[in-house]
């Protein structure tokens, strides 16, 4: 991925990410969020890594309309 795209990206998690949480639960997403650091990619089922970013939103939309997350 070229470097133009990877600021894009990040812009745009940034910005969603500012305009959509409210100050309390950004407070506990920052202390939370360090964990992305340890994340390996071989910890994830091979399901995750071969499916699309639109699948896996869809995937994380249905399961939250259908109650199946635990959050």
């Not at 998690?13 to 990619?41: G, M, T, W």
């Amino acid at each position: 991925m070229k470097e133009n795209q990877v600021k894009e990206v990040i812009k745009f998690i940034n910005k969603k990410y500012d305009e959509e949480v409210p100050r309390p639960v950004k407070f506990v997403i920052r202390r939370r969020a360090k964990k992305i650091e340890s994340l390996k990619l071989e910890d994830f089922p091979e399901s995750v890594l071969s499916c699309t970013v639109e699948e896996f939103l869809v995937i994380l939309k249905e399961a939250y309309k259908n109650g199946k997350l635990e959050f």
